[in-house]
Each structure stands twice: as structure tokens, then as C-alpha cells.
């Protein structure tokens, strides 16, 4: 895995022609096609003369991980080796927009493995199971392939170590969600979830002197590093990753909102409302001062948000597609809306392989 590099944060406005987009208006671009920043700007007559803002800026990084990237490949690739249909257990990743494109090619969504029919290729998606969903596929004999994130499965393993030497393992994160679920199907026994501070000061546990904390990747930073200072007064002794599991890919978009906050009025966040990490973004914008707004593309922009407003900030969670974004430039644009760039705080450079199901099954066909 390669890592992350910090860049100094910066403006990056340039147009095509090579002068600044902000000084270019739609009629000295001749109301044509052009691109702003990393943003294509639709044609000129679908153009209103009255901006309903000034300016539009995009949160980089942004949108899609490296899990995401990595989820979404694999059922597109399952879908060519093996032809339709190609099951997969619960959303392959928290987005609407790319669950629906992925029906659309073949996939088949279920709930649980038991609806696939026996010797069927099966997906698991990249929030991670328990080992039990495991048992149970391979017990109907289905053909598995493992999108699970490869970061999650760094927790799991954390997880797994941690209880066979004993520690209760304090696993913070939500309680319902898919990949606190399937890392407390480790060890059910010696996992305890706990979701808040409240809950970590209530928390009591047998031997307080072997107690340790793996937490979920896509929380909000900052209000983990706060359970995680209080659990370590109760519990002294607590032992921990060397780095915290919130993954890169959270901590960056939620790094690139701060930013975007201290130059904003208001905040669009592009992801499904059961995006954990799309809603700590907004989570993130609220905790900066500004007006957040979840929407699953641009349909779901209420204008009155934007009265008064000069400068809105639009970013997306890491299950939602880069077209969602463009989309959402494009409602501005036809808004009158010509200036509209990015504002860069992090390069990512993170590349997972596909499951090794799909490299082998590739490497036969070839
Ligand atoms: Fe993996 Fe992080 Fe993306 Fe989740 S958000 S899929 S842990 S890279």
C-alpha cells in the first residue's frame, strides 16, 4: 500500500485557455464547454444570468477510497468472468447511485448468503463479515469473492489477536452498523461496542487491567480521539492500535471539510444517507459552523439553502462516484454559476488489488 502525501493547501484555478477561471465570465468563454479546475462546465445556453451563488468550491481529496474503488472493480470484473448473476451480500458499498448502475450490469443484492442459490459466485462487500457468514457460504458451497476492505480487515485481525490473548476488546463505532457487525463476529464473547463517551464512562468490565480498543474506520475523528481519551483514564492500562483504525480516507475528507469550512456559507455533502462516513462529513461541517446538507446528488439541493450565500462548498463521501460531483457542478453552472474550483489539502496515492478470487479467475481466462 502506498501512503498518503500532505501538500501545502491551495487554490487551483486554471482554465483550459490557461488564464484564471475566476476572471473568465460564461460570455468570454463563448457559453462553450469548458473545464474549470477538475470540473467540466455545461454548454451556455442552459446558463442563467443570475448566479444563485458566486462561487462553488470542491473539497480535495474527495469521493471515492481506495476500498470503494477496490469493491466496485470487483463486481464489474466478477459480472465479465462469470457472467450474470453475480450475487452480492448487502450494498457492496453505502451508495445508492452505484448500486443501482451495478443492478443494472447483473448484480443481484441480498440480505444474507442463505438467499444464494448453492454454487452461485458471491461478493461480500467491503464493510466485512463475521467469520459466520463465511461458515455459511462456504457451507451452501457458493463461489465467494472478498471485497472486504482491506483496512477493515487490518481491525479484524486486531480484534481476533486482541481476544485470544484475553484483553476484553472495546470496539468503538455504531452499533448497527455492517462493519461493526461483522468485526464483532470475531469474538461476540469479548467484544463490547461502545458508540459514545457517555457509554465509555459507563462501561464496566471484569478485569479492567486487560482491556484494549479497536474502533470502526469511518468515525469522526475527533469525537473518537475523545471516547478514546476517556476510556484511557477509566482504564489506565488500555491497550490500542500503534495508529488509530479510522482509516486514511476518512481522516483526509474530513481534514479537506475543515478547510472548506473556514471559506464557505454553507456545505453540500455528496452521499447516501447510510454513508457512515458521508454523514460524519456533515457531522464535521456542522462542528466547523457551517450549514451541512447530505444529498444523494443534485436533485436534492434545496435553493433556499442558498439565499444569501456567497460561496458554497460541495465534497462527497467515499462511496460516492466522481459523476455525482460533476453533476452537482453542472446544476450550478446552469445556475450562472462560473466559478467553481478546488480547494486541495491532501494528494492520495492508495492502491488495493483485487481479490486474489478475481486475479486468479482473470489469469486462467487469459
Ligand atoms: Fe477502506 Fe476506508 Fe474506504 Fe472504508 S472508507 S472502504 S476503510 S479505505
Redesign the pocket.
Known amino acids: 500500500m502506498r501512503t498518503a502525501v500532505r501538500v501545502p493547501g491551495h487554490m487551483a484555478a486554471v482554465s483550459s485557455q490557461g488564464r484564471p477561471a475566476a476572471h473568465r465570465t460564461p460570455r468570454a468563454a463563448g457559453l462553450s464547454a469548458y473545464t474549470r479546475g477538475d470540473c467540466r462546465v455545461l454548454r451556455g445556453p442552459e446558463l442563467a444570468w443570475r448566479p444563485v451563488v458566486k462561487r462553488v468550491l470542491l473539497a480535495s481529496p474527495r469521493g471515492f477510497?481506495?476500498?470503494?474503488e477496490r469493491?466496485v472493480e470487483t463486481v464489474a470484473r466478477a459480472l465479465e468472468l462469470y457472467g450474470r448473476p453475480v450475487y452480492v451480500r448487502k450494498q457492496i458499498?453505502h451508495n445508492t447511485h452505484v448500486v443501482r448502475d451495478l443492478r443494472r450490469r447483473g448484480a443481484v443484492f441480498v440480505d444474507s448468503e442463505d438467499e444464494v442459490p448453492e454454487g452461485a459466485v458471491l461478493v461480500l462487500s467491503?464493510h466485512g463479515v463475521s467469520p459466520d457468514v463465511r461458515r455459511r457460504s462456504a457451507a451452501r458451497r457458493l463461489r465467494t469473492i472478498d471485497a472486504t476492505?482491506?483496512?477493515?480487515t487490518k481491525v479484524h485481525i486486531e480484534a481476533r489477536s486482541y481476544a485470544a490473548e484475553g484483553y476484553t476488546v472495546l470496539l468503538v463505532g455504531h452499533e448497527e452498523h455492517e462493519e461493526v457487525v461483522g468485526t464483532r463476529g470475531e469474538a461476540p464473547e469479548a467484544i463490547r461496542v461502545i458508540g459514545t463517551v457517555e457509554e465509555a464512562e459507563a462501561l464496566e468490565v471484569a478485569n479492567p487491567g486487560r482491556v484494549a480498543y479497536v474502533t470502526q474506520?469511518?468515525l469522526s475523528v475527533d469525537e473518537t480521539a475523545e471516547i478514546v481519551r476517556v476510556l484511557r483514564r477509566r482504564f489506565p492500562k488500555l491497550h490500542g492500535p500503534r495508529r488509530e483504525d479510522i482509516?486514511?480516507?476518512?481522516t483526509n475528507r474530513q481534514e479537506a471539510v475543515k478547510q472548506l469550512a473556514a471559506e464557505v456559507d454553507v456545505l453540500l455533502v455528496i452521499g447516501s444517507a447510510n454513508s457512515s462516513?458521508s454523514n460524519r462529513l456533515v457531522e464535521v461541517g456542522r462542528a466547523a459552523g457551517v450549514e451541512s446538507h447530505l444529498i444523494d446528488d443534485e436533485t436534492g439541493i434545496d435553493e433556499r439553502w442558498l439565499e444569501g450565500c456567497e460561496t458554497v462548498g460541495v465534497t462527497s463521501g467515499?462511496s460516492a462516484p466522481e459523476s455525482l460531483v460533476q453533476r452537482v457542478c453542472d446544476w450550478f453552472h446552469a445556475r450562472g454559476v462560473t466559478d467553481i474550483r478546488p480547494l486541495a489539502s491532501v494528494v492520495e496515492d492508495?492502491f488495493f488489488r483485487l481479490p486474489v478470487e478475481i486475479r486468479r479467475t482473470a489469469s486462467s481466462a487469459a
Open positions: 477510497c481506495a476500498g470503494v469493491a458499498v467491503a476492505c482491506p483496512l477493515v474506520t469511518t482509516c486514511y480516507a476518512t462516513n467515499a492508495v
